[in-house]
């Protein structure tokens, strides 16, 4: 069965995600947001490095290229047959997992992608299109989903209100409470904090992921989650 991970927030930091990806050889790797798709960054560098072998897929974060993003879900769309919440390959073994794009596990479980947050800078929240999500990413119909792999949290995991105060609220955060609602997630697996956090809510486990690129020993579920063993 093929080995799955989820790490977050890569933010183009080559190295230690090419170190971890040769460390632990995942046949698919999930990256929950900040991926760093920023197209001529040492992308093409990357990909020539990383283990043939890993497949990557990715939901988007509030740091990447999106009009790219959304410009490549748009041309796919144009060739005719194509429906936006479906995943696009952007070159070989990359892959992009669009806001309300589903992805099926070796295991048999689906896992609902949610991409997207509002940056914050100096504390502060920026209310800034096409970083935060909205509602009309989504699908009408939200379908259910063993797990859920958000950029973010939702507000029903109670983790959110532990953290120092923002001027301000991601409103991303009330359509991840409405998706929640929907899809009854078992397990929700983010980044976006920059920490490791974990919660049990409402019959589900929230899985805050810490930076990959940390230069410090830590146990591998704080900075990784392994999906399929």
């Known amino acids: 069965m093929p080995h799955t991970l989820v790490v977050a927030d890569t933010h183009t930091h080559w190295k230690p995600f090419l170190s971890f990806l040769w460390t632990h050889r995942p046949s698919v790797c999930l990256v929950a947001g ?4 920023w197209p ?13 072998t890993s497949e990557i897929r990715f939901i988007d974060g509030n740091h990447e290229d999106h009009s790219s993003l959304f410009a490549a879900v748009k041309r796919r769309q144009d060739d005719g047959g194509y429906r936006s ?23 048999g479980r689906t896992i609902f992608c949610v991409g997207g947050a509002a940056p914050v800078k100096n504390a502060t929240v920026l209310y800034e299109r096409p970083a935060m999500l ?58 976006h904090l920059h920490r490791h956090m974990r919660s049990r809510a409402e019959g589900c486990v929230f899985h805050v992921l810490d930076l990959l690129m940390r230069e410090i020993s830590r146990p591998l579920g704080t900075y990784a989650y392994v999906l399929v063993d």
């Open 40 to 52: 001529g960054h040492e992308l093409s560098l990357f990909l020539r490095l990383k283990p043939e």
């Open 85 to 107: 919440h479906e995943p696009v390959e952007l070159a070989p073994g990359l892959w992009y997992q669009p806001r309300g794009s589903t992805y099926t596990l070796a295991d």
């Open 134 to 191: 909205d509602r009309t990413d989504l699908p009408a119909s939200l379908p259910s989903a063993d797990i859920v792999l958000a950029h973010t949290l939702c507000n029903r995991s109670g983790l959110l209100a532990t953290l120092p105060p923002l001027k301000g609220q991601d409103p991303s955060t009330f359509v991840l409470d409405e998706v929640f609602s929907a899809v009854r997630p078992k397990l929700w697996l983010c980044g």
């Open 34 to 37: 900040d991926f760093g798709w």
